[in-house]
């Protein structure tokens, strides 16, 4: 791997800036619908210490679907990995990411993995604690540990924006509920699911987290958080299933384990040393970030980062 340079990454997003013309910023919550869909940023940590960063990735904003990977690793803290699996999968689905068709026709009505909304917030329902502000806080603090940052705090109005916009999501909880797939009720999953998905974050957090799960669960300092097995757990989910229904497409087109969110964020881990992190909040089709994906390309290109 040749090294990298802050000048390199500027011209991968003046390169990517075109695609941004050509995404949508998530309207469906109104609150995401107001974000500049020109903004695109990158920031590279390596486990050497150099940073590396271009574009806007100071700013910030909320996890979305980013949030699942680590919620499932405080899950398995909770829980252990195997009382997880009783509750989720670990296979891909090819439908979109708050699809119901595979609670409904499947065999086992169990969801198919936890980077879909029905898996996630079944992991969600896992988190331990006597109260939904105790669980959240809980989700919260250990958000804020692995990001190594104390800077990361709810964003109110994205979380009342999920909570009168959440009806899709609502459904696969009452489903899940009424099948046995819920740890605690629907209405307190449910909220504790829309918050985590309204903490915000930069680019910066997400290459921080992205490094931590790369070194395997251990903080900048040597701690260890999670256990081997449970960070090469969550990095296969992410190479298979981290991209919604274009996972396949980006596992042959880019190659490396990452996790997208409709905030635009993208958080990449890329073992052993290395973490990256993307904003960029307009979308393609998929819900992932356009113009964030063509930036990955370059890089994983040029630097032969493909784990493939």
Known sequence: MRPFTDTELK??????????AKGKVATYIPALARKNKKDLGVFVMLESGEEYAAG??????????????????????????????????LESTGDGFNSVVRLETADTHKPFNPMINA??????SMVKGKTVDERFERLLNFIRLIAES???????????????????????????EGEGFLATPSQEALEVYFKQCSIEVTAKNLAQMGLFLARGGVLSDGTRVVSEEEARLVRSIIASCGLYDESGEFAAKVGIPAKSGVGGGIMCAIKPDMGIGIYGPALNAKGNSLAGIEVLKQLVKDHDLCIY
């Open 11 to 20: 011209e991968y997003i003046k390169n990517a800036k075109k695609y941004c």
């Open 56 to 89: 806007d990735y100071k700013e910030k904003f909320s996890m979305q679907s980013v949030s699942k990977p680590f919620v499932l690793l405080l899950a398995m803290q909770d829980w252990g990995i195997e009382k997880v699996l009783e509750k989720v999968g």
């Open 150 to 176: 104390e800077d990361i705090h709810l964003n109110q109005e994205i979380y009342e924006s999920e909570l009168a916009t959440g009806n899709r999501n609502r459904s696969l909880a009452y489903f899940m």
């Open 119 to 124: 898996g996630a917030i079944a992991v969600t």
